[in-house]
């Protein structure tokens, strides 16, 4: 595992958008698992910014996001899709035929999990998946509890989860209960990793996912058992390893 600990989250972004560049020259049509919640917009505004000086396209790339939520349209100001569009899709130019979301809207959503994982077999998998960490431990929507090797499927999102991601949605509007996520399975066949976190908040959940037991309580240690991981993390999210 490289764990590099930086002293804020510009430098993280600096770095983390170093990487995908770096794969990305490698592989133009790599596959890019991506992320959402605060932790990557830094990385995101970066990668933007490198586009309009010509340095980095994801014109070639496929992207497959981790997550969306149970019953939010694309147009939906919370979903995941729309959060894509404003912070990377759009002001990047992409496709829109390369980037695939699970739709949160699906009549039958566990068909819908599956044959995302199926769309993303069909292209070989991830090269470099994108993690934030939830204050409990998950990765994508893999609450506490999830099997080490489930596969994309609709989930039950915790309290804490709901409570956190509360801020995105209007007062009269709760997050929504349900979600469909990609599996810890699933993201451990991603050829490379990279984990962000950043704040204090992050501290307790980032040692336990990377001093702690390998265990589904904490669905984000399983990435001490992957074989390319790079963790890019705040000073914040560093004190307490
Ligand atoms: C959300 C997302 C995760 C994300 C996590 C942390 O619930 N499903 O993919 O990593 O929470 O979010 P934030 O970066 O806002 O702390």
Redesign the pocket.
């Known amino acids: 595992m490289d764990l590099i600990i930086v002293r804020n989250t510009e430098r993280m972004a600096r770095i983390g958008a170093d990487l995908i560049q770096r794969q990305l020259a490698t592989k133009p049509d790599s596959v890019l698992g991506l992320?959402?919640?605060?932790?990557?917009l830094n990385l995101y505004r970066e990668m933007v910014a490198r586009h309009r000086r010509g340095r980095l396209t994801l014109e070639r790339a496929i992207t497959f996001n981790?997550?969306e939520y149970l019953g939010l349209g694309p147009e939906h100001p919370a979903s995941?899709a729309s959060y894509m569009r404003r912070h990377l899709f759009g002001p990047m130019g992409l496709d829109p035929a390369r980037a695939h979301l699970p739709n949160g809207t699906a009549a039958a959503p566990e068909a819908e999990a599956k044959c995302y994982e199926a769309r993303l077999q069909a292209v070989g998998g991830i090269d470099l998946q994108l993690?934030?960490?939830?204050?409990n431990g998950?990765?994508?929507?893999n609450e506490p509890g999830s099997a080490l090797d489930s596969r994309a499927r609709v989930v039950c999102l915790s309290a804490t989860?709901r409570a956190?991601?509360q801020r995105y949605f209007p007062l009269d509007e709760s997050t929504p209960t349900h979600?469909i996520?990609l599996g810890i399975g699933t993201i451990m066949e991603a050829r490379r990793l990279l984990l962000l976190a950043s704040g204090s908040a992050?501290a307790a959940a980032v040692s336990d996912a990377l001093e702690g037991p390998i265990t589904p309580e904490v669905p984000a240690s399983v990435v001490q058992r992957h074989p390319r991981v790079t963790v890019l993390i705040d000073a914040e999210a560093a004190t307490a390893l």
């Open positions: 992320a959402t919640g605060a932790t990557p981790l997550d995941y993690l934030g960490i939830g204050l998950h990765i994508g929507f989860t956190a991601n979600a996520t992050k």
